[in-house]
């Protein structure tokens, strides 16, 4: 069975800092990527999403990127952490772009 | 107009009520339709798909009006587990899911 995994669970970060939050699948070739985040209270917001290695797709400006390197590992990043990029980001994984996705645990995010 | 419009609650009902949530979306040419659960602080998981015809998982029924472009899901017998928000999902332009808002249930002893 397929399976996602996403770490770290819980991270605080200074502003200014940079990041880098892991995901991967397994059980699965060519999976669809997506990386949300949902600030408190609010609802999910499509940050990135990637069909295949190499491939993103940015839903939002911001100070945040994304990368896959391999087929089933999708990485979130910043250079610069801002007080906004506060929230709880999930990864999640779906066969296409149509069915259901499958999210990891989530990384809560605070920045101090 | 949103692409998918839930009502956010929260609905406040006692063991055992039947409660039903409703769900617009804008997109007439959407074909997968989907309602998730998220407990607090927790991510989202998969409820149940929702088929043209209807469809049923034990106290869970979900339907597909697709002439008035909504979504339903009805929860009989509620179960103070049940209580946690509840996220209706369409696929819109591009074929990409949209989440919902959500809707907060809460089932009072």
Known sequence: ?112 | RKEVEQDPGPFNVPEGATVAFNCTYSNSASQSFFWYRQDCRKEPKLLMSVYSSGNEDGRFTAQLNRASQYISLLIRDSKLSDSATYLCVVNGQGGKLIFGQGTELSVKP
């Open chain 1, 1 to 112: 069975s397929q399976t996602i995994h996403q770490w770290p669970a819980t991270l605080v970060q200074p502003v200014g800092s940079p990041l880098s939050l892991e995901c991967t699948v397994e059980g699965t070739s060519n999976p669809n990527l997506y990386w949300y985040r949902q600030a408190a209270g609010r609802g999910l917001q499509l940050l990135f999403y990637s069909v295949g290695i190499g491939q993103i797709s940015s839903e939002v400006p911001q100070n945040l990127s994304a990368s896959r390197p391999q087929d089933r590992q999708f990485i979130l990043s910043s250079k610069k952490l801002l007080l906004s990029d506060s929230g709880f980001y999930l990864c999640a994984w779906s066969g296409d772009r149509a069915q259901p996705q499958h999210f990891g645990d989530g990384t809560r995010l605070s920045i101090l």
